[in-house]
């Protein structure tokens, strides 16, 4: 786009940054005195580059390799903004929100897949296999499951009533044969020791 003798160089966005910064390197050597323009078309995300409407300098192959960056070890942040109104990142709510028309899509394509969907998917660079899993969220979350659970173990321990610790004591009190060692009995005082400690049979008034 042309803006009198000035050129704009409009690159979409979201762009990793070590990808931002390699093309704005090559467009600065390439057109010394480039500039970094404001975005003030807010529909659409990118980055403008103002030069000078006159032909490029030729880079040498050294030249343009030496301003290859290479990604970040931990990662490049995904630019979507940069120039006279501030830098703006990807966050991973954006990454989200930008899947969820995705998420959506394949839950009505696989309209068995109740719960979740799993995706395999591989790197061809590194062969690299990975699980790509989307997963309904409906009272399914870590807490949401961790409560159901504890709800379902406090009544499992109020089902365990004085009728079980009952049965228990009349096995304690049944006739031993003389001599015997008694190990029975001292297992089964565990038994019920350990069901007290967890709070079984907390109907029996023991």
């Given amino acids: 786009m042309s803006t009198g003798?000035?050129?704009?160089?409009?690159?979409?966005?979201?762009?990793?940054?070590?990808?931002l910064l390699t093309v704005g390197s090559l467009?600065?050597?390439?057109?010394?005195?480039?500039?970094?323009?404001?975005?003030?078309?807010?529909?659409?995300?990118?980055?403008?580059?103002?030069?000078?409407?006159?032909?490029?300098?030729?880079?040498?192959?050294?030249?343009?390799?030496?301003?290859?960056?290479?990604?970040?070890p931990d990662g490049d942040l995904e630019i979507t903004r940069l120039?006279?109104?501030?830098?703006?990142?990807?966050t991973p709510q954006d990454v989200a929100a930008n899947l969820l028309p995705v998420i959506e899509q394949a839950f009505e394509e696989l309209p068995d897949a109740e719960n979740y969907l799993e995706i395999p998917v591989r790197n061809p660079a590194n062969g690299h296999r990975y699980i790509l899993t989307f997963a309904r969220s409906a009272s399914q979350t870590p807490h949401e499951l961790r409560m159901a659970a504890e709800v379902k173990l406090e009544k499992a321990y109020a089902d365990?009533?004085?009728?079980?610790?009952?049965?228990?004591?009349?096995?304690?009190?049944?006739?031993?044969?003389?001599?015997?060692?008694?190990?029975?009995?001292?297992?089964?005082?565990?038994?019920?020791?350990?069901?007290?400690?967890?709070?079984?049979?907390?109907?029996?008034?023991?």
Avoid at 5 to 19: C, F, K, N, Q, Y
Avoid at 47 to 71: C, D, G, S, Y
Avoid at 83 to 90: A, S, T
Avoid at 165 to 176: D, G, H, I, N, T
Wanted: some cysteine; glycine content about 10%.
């Fill in 160 to 206: 365990c009533s004085a009728a079980e610790l009952r049965a228990v004591q009349r096995l304690l009190e049944q006739p031993r044969e003389s001599g015997s060692e008694d190990t029975f009995e001292a297992g089964v005082r565990a038994a019920m020791e350990a069901m007290r400690g967890l709070n079984f049979g907390r109907r029996a008034g023991s």
């Fill in 5 to 19: 003798s000035d050129v704009e160089i409009r690159i979409g966005t979201p762009l990793p940054s070590s990808v």
């Fill in 83 to 90: 120039g006279g109104d501030g830098v703006g990142v990807l």
């Fill in 27 to 72: 467009i600065d050597a390439a057109w010394p005195g480039a500039e970094i323009a404001t975005n003030h078309d807010q529909r659409v995300d990118q980055i403008i580059f103002r030069i000078k409407n006159r032909p490029a300098r030729a880079l040498t192959e050294e030249e343009t390799e030496a301003l290859v960056q290479a990604p970040e």
